[in-house]
């Protein structure tokens, strides 16, 4: 049995080795995590940017990689405490982003501001309990490459978005999105596709 195995099977060691990592009641990695073991776990490409003012809670136990010339724009928060974070090669995660994992951003992708990806949902179906202290509920997001997503979207989880997809600002998407097409809205739904015998985007 391998040591990631034994620690997830028993309780109590669980709980003592999240307290290593993470203060109680703070989903930050402690110091010495993010200082010493967080480098030797996570992958960053070539000329990969992540601002100064970006909150990274990524912990070793999940994976975390940022693709070659990828920039994570300040005032974003990264989270893979409960899924797999990959971004790829030379894309953009904008402005007060939050990606929350399982999540995989595919190449050249571009979230413009205020864009929530998360792959998390709370439980609430036992009302004797409140929402926060229920199990949660995660389903992976793919975004494929070339994706554009406009400021203040909403990418929700077990979602898939297709290549060369475009989601309209402010649009909630809750359903698959087909490549190269155009979805806005809440929910979302697509209002054009474009047309490889035409060259042209065509509405539906």
Partial sequence: MSISS??????????????????????????????????????????????????????????FTLGRASIIEDFATINNGVGDVHIGDKTIIGLGNVIIGPVSIGNDVM???????????????????PPKEQGVVCRQITISDGVWIGANSVVTSGVTIGK?????????????????????????????????????????
């Fill in 164 to 204: 060369q997809a475009v989601i309209g600002a402010g649009s909630v998407v809750t359903k698959d999105v087909p490549a190269f097409s155009v979805a806005v809205g809440n929910p979302a739904k697509v209002i054009k596709r474009f047309n490889f015998e035409t060259q042209r985007w065509e509405r539906l």
């Fill in 111 to 129: 979230l413009a501001q205020h864009v929530v990806v998360s792959g998390l949902n709370h439980g609430y179906e036992d009302t004797s309990i």
């Fill in 6 to 63: 034994f620690v997830k099977s028993n309780p109590r060691t669980k709980k003592v080795a999240l307290w290593m990592l993470m203060p109680i009641n703070d989903n930050k990695p402690r110091l010495w995590v993010r200082l010493f073991l967080n480098p030797l776990k996570h992958k960053r490409g070539k000329r990969a940017k992540i601002r100064r003012r970006v909150r990274m809670d990524v912990f070793p136990f999940n994976a």
